[in-house]
C-alpha cells in the first residue's frame, strides 16, 4: 500500500487508523519446509507462483519479520507473533496466552475442543482432527532430501529469523528425521 509516497505495510496502516485503536493482531508464520510441504495438498495452489516458488514464500517471511519488529515496537501491547510449531506442540497453553491477548477466557468448551481435536488424525488434508505434536514435522518425511535443501537454500535468512534450524547433513537423513528438532528456542519476540 503506498502512504505519504512510500510503501507501508497494510498492517501498520490499519492500526494507525483511530477506529482500529483496540485492533490486536497475532501474526502467525511456519516453517517454509512445512509450509511446501503442505501446500502441495491444495488445489487453490497448483500453478499459483505466489504459493508454489519457495523463494517468494521466504521473502514474504522476511517481509513479515521487519513488519513484526515495527509493529512489536510502535504496538507491543496489540501484536503478537506465533510460530505455528509452538502452537502445535503446545496447543493448550498457547490456546491460553492467545486468548488472553485477546481478553477471551479460556472457555471450557475451548479445552473440550482441543483436547479432542489435537491428538488423533481423522479425516483427510482439512480436518480438524490433527496429532498436533507430528503435523509441523511431515515435511521430514513427506519431502526428499534434495526438495528440503532447494528450500532451505533460497530460505537460509528467513529460517534464522524465525528460528528454524537447518539440516546440514543429508549424508544419513534416514537417522537424521528420527532425531532432528527443526525449532530454535526461544522463539523470535518473546
Not at 64 to 81: C, G, I, Q
Not at 112 to 129: A, M, P, Q, R
Not at 162 to 169: S, V
Not at 173 to 182: A, C, E
Request: proline fraction near 7%.
Amino acid at each position: 500500500m503506498l502512504a505519504y509516497g512510500r510503501v507501508v505495510p497494510v498492517p501498520i496502516i490499519l492500526v494507525n487508523r483511530s477506529s482500529l485503536s483496540s485492533v490486536r493482531i497475532v501474526l502467525l508464520v511456519r516453517d517454509p519446509r512445512g509450509t511446501m510441504q503442505s501446500r502441495r495438498h491444495r488445489v487453490w495452489c497448483g500453478g499459483n507462483e505466489d504459493c508454489e516458488d519457495p523463494r517468494l514464500v521466504c521473502q514474504d517471511l522476511r517481509d513479515d519479520y521487519k513488519t513484526a519488529e515495527v509493529l512489536l515496537l510502535k504496538y507491543p501491547s496489540r501484536f503478537r507473533t506465533v510460530r505455528y510449531e509452538d502452537l502445535s506442540l503446545s496447543p493448550s497453553e498457547m490456546t491460553q496466552d492467545i486468548l488472553q491477548f485477546y481478553g477471551l477466557p479460556f472457555d471450557p468448551a475451548v479445552e473440550e475442543f482441543l483436547d479432542t481435536h489435537t491428538k488423533v488424525n481423522i479425516g483427510g488434508v482439512s480436518s480438524t482432527y490433527r496429532d498436533s505434536r507430528s503435523a509441523p514435522f511431515h515435511w521430514m518425511q513427506d519431502l526428499k532430501p534434495e526438495e528440503i535443501k532447494q528450500i532451505q537454500d533460497v530460505c537460509t535468512e528467513a529460517m534464522d529469523l524465525w528460528g528454524y534450524r537447518r539440516i546440514e547433513n543429508f549424508n544419513n537423513f534416514s537417522t537424521t528425521q528420527q532425531t532432528f528438532d527443526p525449532i530454535v528456542m526461544p522463539p523470535p519476540f518473546t
